[in-house]
């Protein structure tokens, strides 16, 4: 278990880094705007458990896999932009809504599938662990997997917060939509736009520059 001073730089520098709008938020907001404050928070559910599939995953080494092995990494990249353009496309597919307040895109369970398959596919995620937790590791102490994983929670547990704000201040913004009856547009055309725009940034990670910044916020 790191100690207190340690847990305080991380979470102090976490906090840095998610606070910056990512792939992630853009996602997060996408969904809140689209569909609402309960399906936003979904979404943000799906990502941090994301996160925290990558973080047990570096705590237990597993993440040095994606570093090292281009193959690897290729495969979760391709895999991640590849669902991401789906849904894109799909959303685009779809018939508008008709915009009443209770327009919804997709179910809060959907929103949550996405949300984890939108972190657990990304290799960025996966690089930024690697890259930023031992920063924090002290090996003199012994049990870097306990170190590392007990990091991992404390991430996940700023990102819940931060993305939280972002979904609820971003949902606020819906009955504005409502009104200008501007929701089947966001809905449909900004929030397919957007997906496929996530996958295409996806498909452009590259192992040398993907560990400069997470997506998890």
């Keep these: 278990m790191p100690d207190l001073s340690t847990i ?10 998610l606070v910056i709008p990512g792939p992630a938020v853009i996602y997060i907001l996408n969904r809140s705007v689209s569909d609402g404050r309960e399906v936003g928070l979904a979404a943000v559910a799906g990502l941090e458990l994301g996160n925290l599939v990558h973080a047990i995953a570096a705590a237990a080494g597993l993440s040095a896999v994606l570093a090292t092995s281009a193959a690897a990494f290729n495969t979760v990249k391709w895999l991640g932009a590849g669902y991401l353009v789906f849904v894109g496309v799909r959303t685009l597919m779809r ?10 895109g997709v179910s809060i369970g959907r929103a949550f599938g996405q949300g984890i398959v939108v972190n657990v596919l990304n290799p960025k995620v996966a690089l930024f ?4 937790l ?3 590791i002290h090996t003199d102490d012994g049990r870097a997997w306990t170190q590392a994983l007990s990091l991992g929670v404390v991430f996940v547990a700023i990102g819940c917060v931060t993305d939280s704000i972002y979904s609820l201040a971003a949902s606020s913004m819906r009955h504005v939509l409502l009104r200008g009856r501007a929701l089947g547009v966001v809905q449909r055309w900004v929030a397919g736009t957007v997906f496929i725009g996530l996958g295409l940034m996806a498909a452009t990670t590259s192992a040398s520059h993907g ?4 997506t998890g916020g």
């Design 95 to 104: 018939p508008p809504a008709p915009p009443t307040g209770d327009a919804s």
């Design 211 to 214: 560990a400069t910044r997470p």
């Design 134 to 136: 031992p920063q924090f």
């Design 129 to 132: 662990f690697l890259s930023f």
């Design 8 to 17: 305080a730089a991380f979470a102090l520098a976490s906090l840095l880094l």
